[in-house]
């Protein structure tokens, strides 16, 4: 047996630097098919800060993320076990829908996946969909906020009818996140966000994730470990499908516990 | 720096190869393009060959004639009602304005061919044209027919071939009971006589040369055969004989038999028909088919000429006669066939049209439609976004696959099984045609749509399922816009498949000949009908000639038909193409 499996995870003393729990995550698991991606990870994430996931592709860090959101359930073949609790609600139950869980988790992709729709209804299509605006009016005005939000406003003002597949990446990645908190959720979820953009892209991603940070749980999967310095507030690493060391990113960076961490940081691997 | 242009060096080796790997990239490219070349020569030959047979079709040569709507030849009550008009003898009117045109013409074998210059079925055009407007009874009315078939092709120079040949002379004709003598100031017959004697000896020869191989194969012949084959030859010598003794004139005249080309001189309304031709060319005797038959010092005359010999054509020598004096008269119009387009099929090519097939098609369409776009998209949708992959959704995948490739006729065969003997449903209706053409269609459009719904990129799923979208939502809101364009063409094309489909409806009776189109309504689906390509199938297989040309239209307005809908369907998709 691997020794990921029987080794537990190194916690930091202050792990939690003080803020409330958002996400509980205990004994998670996963497999796909015969193959399981995701050994027992268990976790405590804070809300109103932004928590990055680091390790090597293929470490499960990934799969972890879209069980915040059950987005595994439409994988076939995989399975999750454990408890992953938002606000003390318990995600895994049958009885959650997935669809009403994912109005509150949102999710932002690897690679910019705007609707070939206007910029508008891409921003509209969830409250829409959720019922959250009663007007034409208040639907606009939830389409201006999340735009402000998201620090596009500025620049497509004036072409909200235009398609929103026309824009650059770095804007088409702002819509999305636009869209995102379009259904007003309290987690955000994103994959390697900024990984298919240019710096001056990333940059912008990264200021945006910053001031979202005041009012979202923002949960970040990046290979990147400048960006996961830079943006994060606490940092899992995570390898062969193990969570293997969780703390306050300027500990992890400057003194992890465990020697995995260390050399995966160093760029000793991975 | 140097002035000369600095060139990379090349070692040997590589160069070859590079030759070589230009080589092949031209010779590759020479393929392609003439696989281009060849298959663009191909289709042209097609078309172009269908075209030139079709097209004459679209044009009808029409006689119109003054015909006298006497009371009491179509209003035998007397009346004026419905059923009254409806027994009235409008064939006699067509035949009274016929002889009103030829007043010469009694004998009545005569009459009888006169009257083949339209076909009878046109008396119940003329009987609904009276009943449409019953106050032309006792008047006069111009009547438009079409020209009876072999005439029309006959017009059109597609059934005999002939010639009009120059005169120099001036013409004088002359009776003598039946015959009447013509002679010409010059020997304007002289060629013509050189190449009947010309004609006559070469079938002489044949007919001897056919002798020659009997004689030849009596030897090796059973002797029970010997007789038969003894007499074919003697039969084939005496013609041969009576051949040449006619070739050298005894009498001075050559005689124009049924198997040379007949010959036809026209002057100031009156047309002879040629029996002998003198050897000197000067003179000829005939017999009189229009006119007196008296002519005086004429130089205006024609000599005409229909070198294809009367036995061996459909039309005779007194109907072309009839038809070029018409002609002559303005009697005969060419006009756009109208009968092709606004008359179901009919015995009669020139009343044969394809409004019927056209209605059967459209009905069989409809019914295909509905059925096979909703029911295929939908299936394709549940398979390919919600059916978990597991054995019996492959074993069903599988199974669509197969169908696709299935003979279009067990279609047929499951068809007249299903819906006819068991479901008890008409034969030849289009309801029934549409549910086989649906059955065939359905594997094209669930393959298609799947294959246009795999097209879409799983991140705009993912996008609408992040949002909080269920399933359906996404599918519908999303993922079912974007493959539209392909769901479309790849409906279009089934449709399109389905359209020129002929060998499952034959299973289903709907290869019937029906003279009555079905009505565009909801009756017209329970009605016998036939669709354009079984009316092409059977036209193809009609035994007049003028079927040929007119199986050529049709094929002509199917493809026009099919470049239609693909249209629509490249229009659809460019008109709904989404790019992400």
Not at chain 2, 34 to 55: N, Y
Not at chain 2, 172 to 178: H, L, Y
Not at chain 2, 298 to 309: G, I, S
Not at chain 2, 409 to 421: C, E, H
């Amino acid at each position: 047996m691997h020794d990921a499996q029987t080794q537990p995870t190194v916690y930091h003393k202050n792990s939690l630097g003080g803020s409330d729990i958002k996400v509980e995550v205990r004994d998670v698991s996963v497999s796909y098919g015969e193959k399981q991606a995701l050994f027992n990870v268990s976790l405590d994430i804070p809300d109103k800060s932004v928590t990055a996931f680091i390790g090597p592709s293929g470490c499960g860090k990934s799969t972890f993320l879209r069980c915040m959101n059950r987005m595994n359930d439409t994988i076939d073949g995989a399975r999750v076990s454990g408890s992953l609790k938002i606000d003390g609600a318990e995600v895994n139950d049958r009885a959650v829908d997935p669809v009403v869980l994912r109005a509150s988790v949102g999710m932002v992709f690897q690679k910019p996946n705007p609707f070939p729709k206007s910029i508008y209804d891409n921003v509209a299509y969830g409250p829409r969909i959720h019922g959250l605006a009663s007007g034409r009016d208040e639907l606009d005005a939830i389409v201006e906020q999340s735009l402000r939000k998201a620090g596009l406003w500025a620049e497509v003002s004036d072409r909200l009818q235009d398609p929103g597949t026309g824009l650059s990446g770095g804007q088409q990645q702002r819509l999305v996140i636009a869209r995102a908190i379009a259904v007003n959720p309290e987690v955000i979820l994103m994959d390697e966000p900024c990984s298919a953009l240019d710096p001056i892209a990333t940059a912008k991603i990264e200021d945006l994730i910053d001031e979202l940070r005041e009012n979202y749980c923002i949960i970040i999967v990046t290979h990147s470990m400048q960006q996961a310095a830079r943006v994060s507030q606490m940092t899992a690493f995570f390898h062969m499908g193990s969570l293997i060391e969780v703390g306050p990113t300027e500990e992890i960076f400057t003194n992890p516990l465990e020697s995995r961490t260390q050399d995966y940081i160093t760029g000793r691997f991975g | 720096m140097t002035d000369s242009p600095r060139t990379f060096p090349v070692r040997e080796d590589v160069e070859r190869r590079l030759a070589k790997r230009y080589r092949a990239e031209l010779r590759f490219r020479t393929a392609g393009l003439t696989a281009i070349g060849i298959a663009v020569a191909i289709l042209c030959i097609l078309i172009g060959s269908i075209a030139s047979e079709g097209v004459p079709a679209f044009t009808a040569k029409e006689l119109v004639l003054r015909v006298e709507l006497d009371a009491d030849r179509v209003d035998p009550e007397g009346d004026g009602s419905v059923a009254s008009l409806r027994r009235g003898s409008y064939n006699r009117v067509l035949q009274d304005a016929l002889r009103e045109a030829f007043p010469g013409v009694t004998a009545r074998n005569d009459l009888r061919t006169l009257f083949g210059l339209y076909t009878p079925l046109n008396a119940t055009r003329l009987m609904d044209a009276v009943l449409d407007d019953p106050a032309l009874v006792g008047n006069s009315y111009v009547f438009t027919m079409p020209l009876a078939d072999d005439l029309d092709l006959y017009l059109k120079g597609r059934l005999v071939e002939d010639r009009t040949l120059p005169t120099a002379g001036r013409l004088t004709a002359s009776t003598d009971g039946d015959i009447v003598s013509l002679r010409s100031t010059t020997a304007d017959f002289t060629a013509l006589a050189r190449e009947i004697e010309q004609s006559m000896a070469a079938e002489a020869r044949t007919l001897e040369l056919r002798v020659e191989q009997v004689r030849l194969a009596l030897d090796q012949v059973p002797a029970a055969d010997a007789p038969r084959l003894q007499a074919e030859a003697d039969r084939h010598a005496a013609a041969a004989v009576n051949l040449r003794q006619l070739a050298r004139a005894p009498d001075g005249f050559l005689p124009l038999t049924g198997d040379v080309p007949s010959v036809i001189v026209e002057s100031g309304g009156q047309a002879f028909r040629l029996t002998q031709l003198a050897v000197d060319g000067k003179s000829a005797r005939g017999e009189v088919v229009l006119g007196s038959g008296l002519v005086e010092n004429a130089d205006d005359w024609t000599l005409y000429v229909v070198d294809t010999p009367e036995s061996r054509r459909r039309v005779s020598d007194q109907l072309i006669i009839w038809t070029r004096s018409l002609v002559e008269r303005e009697m005969i119009q060419t006009g756009f066939n109208t009968y092709l387009f606004a008359n179901a099929d009919s015995r009669e090519p020139e009343l044969a049209g394809i409004k019927g097939a056209l209605y059967g098609s459209i009905l069989t369409m409809i019914i295909t439609m509905f059925l096979s776009v909703p029911i295929g998209v939908f299936t394709a949708v549940y398979l390919e976004e919600y059916a978990p992959k597991n054995r019996v959704t492959d074993f069903i995948e599988v199974n669509i696959n197969n169908l696709a490739a299935v003979p279009s006729i067990v279609f047929g065969l499951l068809g007249l099984a299903v819906f006819i003997n068991f479901f008890g449903l008409p034969r030849s209706a289009p309801l029934v045609g549409g549910l086989v053409l649906s059955l065939m269609t359905l594997p094209t459009v669930i393959i298609a749509t799947r294959a246009a719904l795999k097209a879409v990129p799983p991140s705009i799923r993912q996008a609408a399922l992040g949002v909080g979208a269920s399933k359906t939502q996404a599918v519908f809101h999303h993922v079912l816009p974007l493959a539209a364009p392909g769901i479309l063409t790849g409906s279009i094309i089934g449709l399109a498949q389905a359209l020129g489909e002929t060998a499952p409806l034959l299973m289903i009776g709907m290869v019937a000949f029906i003279a009555d189109a079905p009505s565009l309504g909801l009756a017209g689906f329970t009605e016998p009908a036939t669709v354009m390509p079984v009316q092409i199938f059977l036209w193809s297989d009609g035994a007049e000639r003028a079927f040929e040309a007119r199986t050529a239209a049709a094929i002509l307005i199917l493809l026009a038909l099919m470049i239609g809908f693909n249209a629509v369907a490249i229009y659809l998709r460019r008109r709904f193409e989404r790019r992400w």
